[in-house]
């Protein structure tokens, strides 16, 4: 397992799981997320974005649709690839990373603070309420310097023998999955038999 830069080609991918997860995607551009994938079978098991604000007052580094596919959670993959994006902010020269979230208890065991409103700088207050008004009704600021980020050692050791978790057996489709009355349909080719 390891956590890469996204690729044009990833963009379809990004978009319909961004989509069904109900994440931010407000000035998606593939370039700005990093992908988890498995190197053993090549799938693609989690994803985040790396955000910058360019405003008068400055540059401000916001992380945010960060996700994991279902098979994958709870094995480290969500968190390394927060370490990728506060990894690349540091590198960047960014002291601070926000993150504008409905899940602040995740983001707490890597060393991330909840912060008043009133802390935030004007455009991520702005983000932050449109955030409220659309994805996420119950997200809250909170803030890492990079020098304090950690992963626990349960969540990079997770990582390490990360794997999809079996799909359940999904049942057989019909024609009621359709909207198809199999009893009144009639079939352009039926032969009959």
Known sequence: MY????????????????????????????????????EVDNVRAGFGRYRVHKTDDGEHCELTSIGVLDGWRGQGVGAHVVERLVRTAADEGFETVYSLTDEPDYLAQFGFDPIEESALPDRLRERLSEKRDGVAPEAVPMRVDPERFRVPDRLREAFKGAAAAEADDEPEEGPEDFGIDPDEATYKYDTGS
């Open 3 to 38: 956590v890469r830069d996204a690729k044009n080609r990833d963009e379809a991918w990004l978009l319909d799981h961004i989509e069904a997860m109900g994440l931010d995607e407000t000035a998606f551009r593939s370039r700005d997320y990093v992908i988890a994938v498995d």
